[in-house]
């Protein structure tokens, strides 16, 4: 089976890419900075209101993966919540001042997680060495890694990603993320031997706000958002189905 994970900013997203065939979602805030944890008012809404697998992101700024004790500490109170409130997995990622994962820290985070399922997100793009990396992540019990394969989007790094795919050996999923889209899923699929794919699909959503006399920003960052298009979702449900026979 192909699946596709979406990256939704809200609930409104979340419930659209659920419509429109997605698989599961990773559910964050603030995606121009890579995405942080939504607030507990949206996790709640979302986790009553969708079917599907939900997973949202730990993370509690944008910025590098290498965390204070405090943020730490965030990071756990966050998880805690995330299981009280039902929900299928968490996405987080940690590591240390040299670049590799930060053993000692995610296995607090997967024992706080308790019977969640444990994806390691693009952190693992900030890696200094990803064969190591891998191999650290299956031994801590991870069930999945987001990565671009250390470049900007996956089809600049789907050749690194083919060689994780075959290292890894069905021990873990190596879920290609950043820039997939319908016109190059297909050449991902046939070329990683991937068999989970992440995006946000999102497109432009522009404000319903009449009156737009402001002096404190552009009209670009004040009445122009970003949503889960359904078109899209639905064009890359239909390749992986077609993957999927």
């Excluded at 949206?42 to 993966?65: S, T, V």
């Excluded at 319908?182 to 989970?196: R, S």
């Excluded at 960052?221 to 189905?241: G, H, K, N, R, Y």
């Amino acid at each position: 089976m192909i699946r596709i994970e979406i990256c939704a900013n809200s609930v409104r997203s979340a419930l659209i890419a659920q419509e429109a065939g997605a698989y599961r979602i990773e559910f964050c805030d603030n995606l121009k900075e890579g995405g942080t944890t939504p607030s507990f008012g949206q996790i709640a809404l979302a986790r009553q209101q969708l079917n599907i697998k939900l997973y949202p992101i730990i993370r509690p700024r944008g910025g590098d993966f290498l965390y204070t004790d405090l943020e730490f500490e965030v990071m756990k109170k966050d998880i805690e919540q995330c299981l009280a409130l039902g929900c299928d997995g968490v996405v987080f990622g940690v590591l240390d001042a040299n670049g590799r994962v930060d053993k000692p820290r995610c296995e607090q985070l997967i024992k706080a997680a308790g019977k969640m399922g444990v994806t390691f997100h693009r952190a693992f793009d900030r890696c200094s060495d990803p064969f190591e990396a891998l191999e650290d992540i299956i031994e801590l019990g991870f069930e999945r890694i987001l990565t671009s394969g250390l470049e900007a989007d996956v089809v600049s790094g789907a050749d690194l990603i083919a060689r994780l795919v075959k290292q890894a050996a069905g021990r873990i999923q190596i879920m290609p993320g950043a820039g997939v889209k319908p016109e190059n899923l297909a050449h991902l699929i046939e070329m990683t031997k991937a068999t989970e794919y992440h995006t946000t699909a999102k497109g432009p959503l522009e404000s319903e706000m009449a009156y737009r006399e402001v002096r404190t920003g552009s009209k670009a960052e004040e009445f122009m958002t970003e949503q889960t298009d359904p078109d899209t979702v639905s064009a890359l449900v239909q390749i992986a189905e077609k993957y999927s026979l």
